[in-house]
């Protein structure tokens, strides 16, 4: 009998021990990173893309709808502008916000800021967050992505917002 408790001890310490969490790397975490910023559609004419950042700073952009340039288009940074970009999002904790802030509204633009490091991947959805609780570096932080890349080469026309559904004139 005193085996069988010790079996099902043992066994429920197993289980827990695998519903853990596991740790997320800290701000001083290393390896190479991903930065990826998809900006979605709403009822209007808001530019539908995303774009990524390497750590060397290689840039992938993939354009939809409201653009300028639809389809992929690729560019390189400097490596230290990706670092810098880097550095920022471990200055807003990035890792330790909440996976959404959603506000309670419709006809809004959903913007997802994806950030993975040494095999860590957090995704932070926004859709009207600044009301639902997100952080204002956090928007700043998608703000800065779309410098660091230069997404205007391919989202504006012009140096307007795109006002047709795809890239033809």
């Not at 043992?10 to 695998?18: E, Q």
């Not at 808001?46 to 389809?71: H, K, L, M, Q």
């Not at 991947?121 to 992505?145: F, I, N, Q, T, W």
């Amino acid at each position: 009998m005193k085996l069988a408790h010790i079996l099902v001890a043992l066994v429920s310490a197993l289980k827990l021990a695998a519903c853990a969490p596991v740790a997320a790397p800290g701000p001083n975490a290393s390896g190479p990173a991903i930065i990826t910023l998809t900006r979605g559609v709403c009822y209007g004419f808001c530019p539908d893309y995303d774009v990524r950042i390497d750590s060397n700073g290689a840039v992938t952009y993939e354009g939809r709808r409201f653009v300028a340039v639809a389809g992929e288009q690729r560019a390189q940074i400097p490596a230290a502008d990706a670092a810098r970009l880097v550095a920022r999002f471990d200055a807003v904790n990035f890792m330790s916000l909440r996976d959404e802030y959603r506000a309670q509204v419709s006809d809004l633009p959903t913007y997802t800021l994806t950030f993975e490091r040494g095999g860590v991947r957090k995704h932070v959805v926004d859709y009207g967050g600044l009301s639902a609780g997100l952080p204002e570096a956090v928007r700043a932080l998608e703000d800065e992505v779309d410098r660091v890349a230069d997404t205007a080469r391919w989202v504006l026309r012009d140096g307007e917002p795109v006002r047709t559904p795809n890239s033809q004139r």
